[in-house]
């Protein structure tokens, strides 16, 4: 079965506003009150909590404070989990692009670098979870993205040959990660760093979920 394996960050969803949240939680509890703005830091989120961290501290004038960073990133974890889906959504028509990928004949699952618990629970949340037949995270595996094993697992997991994938993403970490994997890599353009996404040279670039099916089927002919 030829499948198509989507990130979740600023792939499927805007989760921007609930990792930012959960990252003041940390900075508060600093002392610096709310260091990430929604709007302004929102790529930065959807790069993980470490990178939130990082550009807090660097805020602070402690860029090089790992220390600090190893120790609140659980607590960033811990903050996130009680409040993952208060402003978090999902991009318009993705879930319509899944249903018809999967009356194509396409398996469908996602693959992504938020710590497997958190990414079921929000799936969950969002009522959704039910439509892939995968779902690998960062700590599935003993590797993560930009490795190729949690891609090829992520497809396999759907029923699909590893061969006969692509991967929809939103990052140079997607495009590297199907790049190593051998397969095609589709990049969005409708994330905070859409217009980033060109210079990554992926096989495609997706401006809207609704052409997503047409292109599917041309990249896995």
Known sequence: MKTVIFDLDGTLADTSGDLIAAANVCFRDMGAGDLLDPGRDAGTALRGGRAMLRLGMARQGRADDEDTIDRYYPVLLEAYGTAIDVHTYLYPGAMEAVAELERLGFGVGICTNKPEALAETLMQRLGVRDAFASLVGADTLPVRKPDPEPLFEAARRA???????????????????????????????????????????????????????????????
Do not use: H
């Open 159 to 221: 029923g699909g040959d590893p061969a006969q994938c692509i991967l929809i993403g939103d990052s140079d970490t997607d495009r590297n990660t199907a790049r190593a994997a051998g397969v095609p890599s589709v990049l969005v353009t409708f994330g905070p760093a859409g217009g980033d996404m060109a210079a990554l040279e992926p096989e495609a670039l997706l401006e809207r979920f609704s052409d997503l099916p047409a292109l599917a089927t041309r990249l896995l002919a």
